[in-house]
């Protein structure tokens, strides 16, 4: 690979002119024309994570944005990846606080309080479920809890578990 250097700004200040890195004496005047856009801006800033956001935007037919909303509805990052064209490790840079959103709103559905009827005392709904899991001869242990948005905006809380040959999702909203 041939080292570049710096040599001006183009006439309509769009382009950076540049020559190849070599001693005067065997530099045959060959200039070459970088044009100036947004990943340039942000590599001459050091701004990598607007980089990365470019990168994602030019080589995806998903804004991180979108990325974000699909993983809030419950889509894994492998599925975002392979509708996307990109690497899933891509992905991940923009699904890790989608992540962590979706294991705070299941935390706190495990903890929440739940009235089966009127006149009924509450019940902490982690230990409602585990009553009812073992009546299936499932071990509450293995039980997955999460979250995904809705498209009105609310969310269900999903467990999934198996007992056997038989695996299922409860889901509550």
Do not use: C
């Not at 498209?151 to 578990?161: I, L, Q, R, Y």
């Amino acid at each position: 690979m041939r080292t570049l250097r710096f040599v001006a700004l183009s006439e309509e200040g769009t382009h950076l002119v540049l020559a190849a890195d070599v001693p005067a004496s065997i530099d045959n005047g060959e200039r070459f024309l970088l044009p100036i856009d947004d990943r340039l801006r942000a590599a001459a800033r050091g701004d990598m994570s607007r980089l990365g956001q470019i990168e994602i935007e030019l080589e995806s037919t998903l804004r991180p944005k979108d990325i974000q909303a699909r993983i809030r509805a419950g889509e894994t990052p492998e599925q975002v990846a392979a509708v996307a064209g990109i690497r899933v490790e891509k992905v991940l840079r923009y699904a890790y606080p989608v992540l962590q959103e979706r294991e705070g709103i299941a935390t706190s559905a495990r903890q929440a309080r739940v009235r089966l009827a009127d006149g009924t005392p509450a019940a902490v709904f982690s230990e409602f479920l585990t009553e009812r899991l073992a009546l299936l001869d499932v071990d509450p242990r293995t039980a997955l809890w999460d979250a995904r948005r809705l498209p009105d905006g609310s969310w269900e809380v999903v467990v999934g578990w198996s007992a056997g040959p038989r695996s299922a999702a409860t889901r509550w909203w």
